[in-house]
């Protein structure tokens, strides 16, 4: 569940560096008085709304429905927490409920409704709704994503499937060994358009969207509105309505943010602090730490069970099984301490997360924001705590500017390990100064740009680039999506 009370910054359709054409909506703003009945949803949709215990649309559900059920084409600046997901899921399936069937007949269910993620983890969770949202209706949903062998999605796509949600690297080996075909979509989303520039998946995305008839609706989903972002908007949109709500920083009422200053070596110990502080405070000692890099998440994880913390680690040299079987220790409790790389800092739903530790900053500003947006989810409270080093002042600086607001520098609880500065020497002296910042990094873990598989029926794990994240699914509900997991 989320709170339904997110802040729309603005709402906009005459954005020219987006597109020149767009209309002006700027008369909608959001109605605390809408409910979902007023979008005129076919019951079968409000039904399952309703068993979901939604009642009040989120902002951005409010803004984009109506337009979405109107044929536009959208861009959204929303990210994962907002609600977005039935932001489009909802008026997609109304959109081509019209085509539903009960045939049996696989040419009754092209593929009408295509939605490309940039992980397989939010893949999966958009699948989740669409199987959950669509369920009283006779269409058909699905994922595929790589690092799974090929033949039950195989199995899936040949049956047919209106609503298909993918990562673009599997969606072009089935489309190369002639088990998906796109030439009956009529709407396409691209969600986290911003991560998935990120990753490299451009000229994927070319690609796919060629396949598309050029008569569609596109949705567009991104964080930011990047230069290339809008480049992208204006090559793939027609005449968008631009939506935009708070971004999830600014829910500074339910994220207390910190930072400590701490000498680089110092981080580890600092954790236990920390985490110590907590225990005496009798708050949750669940947390995640986002570490930068694998090796450092490894190592990380591991030093601190040695300090007697139940730790495990997230990242993308793990199989698919194992990140599950560790998310899913975490959320049980039987781990407290989730180490994760930036793998983890999207996409992933875990309600209620009490904390989350920057153990290093991310490169990118971007990506702090989706880290600490781990927490103070759904309306409720979180603390955001960052161990910087004075060789990290520049990223904190951008952070600050991306932020729009400076963060508290406190020392680190009593009995600390040496600190990188006191919080008296503010970063703001040496801000400035030229620093050692690495520069911006796309995340390293996930992708590299498609290459058609030479026996595509083969377990995508064999591909160079899906070794590193070849994936087992373990967890029941990636079982049940992977086998086709309609009806929930
Ligand atoms: P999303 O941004 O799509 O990842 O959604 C974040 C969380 O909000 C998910 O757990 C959704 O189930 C939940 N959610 C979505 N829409 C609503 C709504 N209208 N009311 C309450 N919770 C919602």
């Known amino acids: 569940m989320i709170n339904t009370d997110t802040e729309i910054t603005s709402i906009t359709g005459a954005d020219d560096t987006v597109a020149p054409s767009t209309t002006s909506v700027t008369d909608t703003a959001p109605s605390a008085t809408i409910?979902?009945?007023?979008?005129?949803?076919?019951?079968?949709?409000?039904?399952?709304?309703?068993?979901?215990?939604?009642?009040?649309?989120?902002?951005?559900?409010?803004?984009?429905?109506?337009?979405?059920?109107?044929?536009?084409?959208?861009?959204?600046?929303?990210?994962?927490?907002?609600?977005?997901?039935?932001?489009?899921?909802?008026?997609?399936?109304?959109?081509?409920?019209?085509?539903?069937?009960?045939?049996?007949?696989?040419?009754?269910?092209?593929?009408?409704?295509?939605?490309?993620?940039p992980t397989r983890e939010l893949?999966?969770?958009?699948?989740?709704?669409?199987?959950?949202?669509?369920?009283?209706?006779?269409?058909?949903?699905?994922?595929v994503y790589g690092g799974v062998d090929m033949k039950e999605q195989v199995g899936i796509l040949r049956n047919g499937v209106e609503i298909l949600i993918a990562t673009p690297g599997r969606l072009l080996d089935h489309i190369g060994s002639k088990v998906a075909n796109l030439s009956q979509v009529e709407i396409l989303v691209l969600d986290e358009a911003d991560r998935m520039l990120d990753m490299g998946f451009l000229p994927d995305l070319q690609r796919i969207i060629n396949l598309i008839p050029a008569q569609r609706q596109t949705l567009l989903f991104s964080a930011t509105f990047s230069p290339e972002i809008?480049?992208?908007?204006?090559?793939?949109?027609?005449?968008?309505?631009?939506?935009?709500?708070?971004?999830?920083?600014?829910?500074?009422?339910?994220?207390?943010?910190?930072?400590?200053?701490?000498?680089?070596?110092?981080?580890?110990?600092?954790?236990?602090?920390?985490?110590e502080e907590r225990t005496r405070k009798g708050l949750s000692r669940q947390c995640i730490i986002f570490t930068n890099s694998r090796l450092g998440c490894a190592r990380l994880s591991r030093a601190l069970e040695r300090d007697g913390i139940k730790a495990g680690a997230i990242h993308g040299d793990k199989s698919q099984g194992e990140r599950t079987l560790t998310l899913d220790a975490f959320k049980s409790g039987a781990i407290e301490a989730l180490v994760a790389t930036d793998v983890a800092a999207r996409g992933l739903d875990i309600p209620d997360m009490p904390c989350v530790i920057n153990h290093e900053l991310p490169y990118n500003a971007e990506d702090f924001i989706h880290r600490i947006g781990r927490t103070g989810r759904a309306g409720s409270t979180g603390d955001a705590i960052a161990l910087v080093d004075?060789?990290?002042?520049?990223?904190?600086?951008?952070?600050?500017?991306?932020?729009?607001?400076?963060?508290?520098?406190?020392?680190?609880?009593?009995?600390?390990p040496s600190q990188g500065r006191t919080p008296s020497s503010s970063h703001s002296s040496t801000?400035?100064?030229?620093?050692?910042?690495?520069?911006?990094?796309?995340?390293?873990?996930?992708?590299?740009?498609?290459?058609?598989?030479?026996?595509?029926?083969?377990?995508?794990?064999?591909?160079?680039?899906?070794?590193?994240?070849?994936?087992?699914?373990a967890k029941p509900t990636v079982g049940a999506l992977l086998g086709g997991f309609k009806k929930k």
């Not at 520049?394 to 009995?415: A, F, H, T, V, Y």
Request: charged residues 20%; glycine residues 4%.
């Open 35 to 117: 409910t979902f009945a007023d979008f005129g949803l076919d019951p079968k949709i409000q039904k399952a709304v309703l068993e979901q215990g939604y009642t009040i649309p989120t902002p951005i559900q409010a803004q984009s429905i109506p337009h979405v059920l109107a044929g536009r084409d959208l861009m959204g600046a929303a990210q994962t927490g907002t609600g977005k997901t039935a932001a489009f899921v909802l008026p997609i399936i109304q959109q081509i409920l019209r085509h539903a069937s009960n045939s049996a007949s696989p040419a009754r269910h092209p593929i009408r409704a295509l939605v490309l993620t």
């Open 390 to 416: 004075a060789s990290e002042k520049r990223l904190l600086d951008d952070i600050e500017k991306l932020m729009k607001r400076k963060l508290d520098i406190k020392p680190l609880p009593e009995g600390t």
């Open 431 to 473: 801000r400035s100064s030229p620093s050692s910042a690495p520069a911006k990094m796309s995340d390293p873990f996930f992708y590299k740009p498609y290459e058609p598989s030479a026996a595509p029926h083969a377990t995508e794990g064999a591909k160079p680039e899906e070794k590193k994240v070849g994936i087992t699914p």
């Open 123 to 143: 893949a999966v969770q958009v699948a989740e709704n669409a199987a959950s949202y669509s369920k009283h209706t006779d269409l058909r949903a699905a994922v």
């Open 230 to 275: 809008k480049k992208l908007a204006q090559s793939y949109l027609r005449t968008p309505v631009t939506v935009e709500v708070a971004r999830q920083n600014a829910a500074a009422d339910t994220v207390k943010q910190v930072v400590h200053m701490v000498a680089s070596a110092d981080k580890q110990s600092a954790i236990v602090r920390v985490l």
